[in-house]
């Protein structure tokens, strides 16, 4: 499983550990990701989901994950969050 948010695509970065004497070591800097259920309320249905936790206070800032999907842009979504967003719509559009 990649360590990657599902909704923001925040994934691993890389630098370096610095000494006092001023020696670099390459370090990893991990996501922090959290294994969350959230409610769609268009589909009626949850969705777990592995999320960063910068991304669940933008989903509750947003109202939902209904409404950071339709909000979001298609390419910053992953193919799954695509798929969820146009079965968002089809609900809303035919509702």
Do not use: W
Request: with cysteine.
């Amino acid at each position: 499983m990649s360590r990657r948010c599902a909704l923001t695509g925040k994934g691993v970065q890389t630098g370096n550990n610095v000494s006092h004497a001023h020696n670099k070591t390459r370090r990893r800097y991990l996501p922090n990701l959290q294994q969350v259920s959230l409610m769609s309320d268009a589909l009626g249905k949850r969705v777990s989901l592995r999320v960063s936790v910068a991304a669940i206070r933008t989903v509750e800032h947003k109202g939902g994950l209904d409404a950071f999907l339709l909000d979001a842009r298609d390419g910053d979504l992953n193919i799954e969050m695509r798929r969820l967003k146009k079965q968002i719509k089809n609900v809303q559009v035919a509702a």
